[in-house]
Nanobody, 116 residues
Framework: QVTLVESGGGLVQAGDSLRLSCAASVRSFSSYQMGWFRQAPEKEREFVGVISRRGSMTSYADSVKGRFTISRESAKNTVYLQMNSLNPEDTAVYYC?????????WGQGTQVTVSS
């Protein structure tokens, strides 16, 4: 069983930065690739980025590439999403996930609102 808890969301202005955290309660954190997704109002949940098990590789959606950075800290069982140059289109609930062979574990999400 894996429990994921996101934090760090809030209300910011366009151009600001924000760092989200996702704390995982799991014995073998390094066994999981970790991902970030987001869902804006009345839109489908979309992929933001992913980091490999050991943190050596990352991949991002084109919409955030160059602005967002994912990292992980094994000692704290935590994955981060550093978001820079935020714009109103980044407003969404952000979720972290841990893919498995049968599906994925998901956190409850954290709201990010970017005002213009």
């Amino acid at each position: 069983q894996v429990t994921l808890v996101e934090s760090g969301g809030g209300l910011v202005q366009a151009g600001d930065s924000l760092r989200l955290s996702c704390a995982a309660s799991v014995r073998s954190f390094s066994s999981y690739q970790m991902g970030w997704f987001r869902q804006a109002p009345e839109k489908e949940r979309e992929f933001v980025g992913v980091i490999s098990r050991r943190g050596s590789m990352t991949s991002y959606a084109d919409s955030v590439k160059g602005r967002f950075t994912i990292s992980r800290e094994s000692a704290k069982n935590t994955v981060y999403l550093q978001m820079n140059s935020l714009n109103p289109e980044d407003t969404a609930v952000y979720y972290c996930n841990a893919p498995t062979t049968w599906g994925a574990y998901w956190g409850q999400g954290t709201q990010v609102t970017v005002s213009s």
